[in-house]
DNA sequence: TTTATATCGAGAAAATTGTATCGATAAAAT
DNA sequence: ATTTTATCGATACAATTTTCTCGATATAAA
């Protein structure tokens, strides 16, 4: 069995995902093995933290050659649970909720979106990219004979809480909340949120200090 | 003129939207003061933390009182550059184009997406949300005319190059890029990724770990 | 009025995260 | 065959970020 450290930080978590991408465009282009220190000059990162990063997952290179990339690839996504896909539901088929449906990449990220719920009538019994749009009063038992373990919450922020509530009594373990409001869970339910205003604010504060000089 | 400081944390900075929610909601509950603890025990936060955050934007509080949540809510505003919108172009009139197409709440954070351009001749001339969807030929000219500073790219990984250098020579100064690519541009040119799957990573990997328990 | 309490603001301490150094090793160059 | 070079892996060091401590202050309670 392969022992992994206790502890991954949350910025080793993020930095995987970059290079993940960048090792499968890489292998796309019959490269082979790969050195920390050119993964580490694609994204201005320290060659060091690049090879602290793989060596979480478990990943050993040899010196001189570097990482063999296909290893890197599946290393990388055991460690991040993309090796198996888990079956989530989606819940609010808005404009966020649509755009989620239709990314086909997820399947690549072990995200398998099976269903959407909505509370609009209009919206219930529509197909949204293949998925069945169902109403909200289905989920709890759907949830729990169809094992699913993730919620996806994209709702507007007054009713996120609500149905975050919904998802927990039904079983679901993770959520992945797309609404900017904060959210209460009970202790052993997992939390994400995909705050792009987050994002959005670091981009708008270092605009404004430029266009400020 | 308020003098700010030098330096902010990448982490502050993604903080504030935080605080920033919690206060609208809160006003919007007729609250009028709020303390660095209560907004700590909102998510989990050391109340220390909060106080340095709030610190950054220029506010100050009165002891056994807290903050004026109407004068904070102004100050992280300003910092965050919320206070005046910045006119944005969005490149990729695809899924998630769409979705950011129809945000309205982008009004609040200081974004103002004011054309959508694509590739896809049958998308262009068409209207999403009541912008238009431009030939992407059409975005250098435009661009410089009507002093667009903000970019987005919504575009597959591979195209997303293009698209900023593209951007880059129109003379826009900020780029949002929701793409999963490692992006090159010249100094000086602000890039700020929106990638959701380093969220979906810090999810699965924690979802992972507690189903192999 | 006096005392108790909640909070701010500043600075110190602790924890975490990132960077540099160095020996070992494997390939390439001489 | 020997030297040089690139890289890994381990460890030590540095920077940053978070948390703790404490005095000052403003309100509420006694
Ligand atoms: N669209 C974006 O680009 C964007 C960006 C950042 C954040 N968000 C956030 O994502 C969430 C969704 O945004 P959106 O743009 O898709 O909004 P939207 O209004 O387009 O969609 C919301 C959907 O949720 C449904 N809904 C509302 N209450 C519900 C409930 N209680 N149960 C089930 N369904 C319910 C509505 O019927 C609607 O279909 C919001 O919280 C928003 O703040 C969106
Ligand atoms: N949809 C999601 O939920 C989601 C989630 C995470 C990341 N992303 C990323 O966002 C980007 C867009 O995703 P999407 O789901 O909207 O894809 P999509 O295929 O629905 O849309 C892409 C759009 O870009 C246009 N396009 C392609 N090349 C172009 C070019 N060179 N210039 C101008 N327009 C061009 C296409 O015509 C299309 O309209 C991708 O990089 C994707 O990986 C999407």
């Known amino acids: 069995m392969i022992s992994q450290p206790r502890v991954v930080s949350r910025s080793t ?102 269903a959407a719920f909505d509370k609009d009538a209009r919206k219930v019994g529509t197909r949204i990219f293949n998925r069945e749009v169902l109403p909200l009063a289905k989920l709890p038992n759907l949830a729990g004979r169809m094992h699913i373990n993730i919620g996806i919450v994209a709702v507007p922020a007054e009713y996120a809480q609500g149905v975050v509530d919904l998802m927990v009594g039904a079983g679901i373990r993770a959520i992945w909340n797309f609404a900017p409001a904060p959210l209460r869970i009970p202790e052993g339910v997992i939390l994400e949120n995909a705050r792009l205003t987050q994002s959005l604010a670091v981009l708008t504060n270092n605009l404004t200090k430029v266009l400020r000089k």
């Open 13 to 114: 978590l993020k930095r995987l995902p970059l290079y993940l991408h960048l090792l499968e465009k890489l292998m796309d282009q019959g490269v082979e093995n790969i050195s920390c220190t050119q993964i580490a000059q694609e994204f201005d990162f320290d060659p060091t933290q690049v090879r602290k990063d793989l060596e979480t997952t478990g990943a050993v290179g040899t010196a001189r050659i570097g990482f063999r990339a296909a290893t890197l690839v599946v290393k990388i996504k055991e460690f991040l649970g993309w090796d198996n896909a888990h079956d989530a539901f989606l819940v609010g088929a808005g404009n966020m909720g649509k755009a989620l449906l239709g990314y086909k990449d997820f399947e690549k990220y072990g995200l398998n979106i099976v």
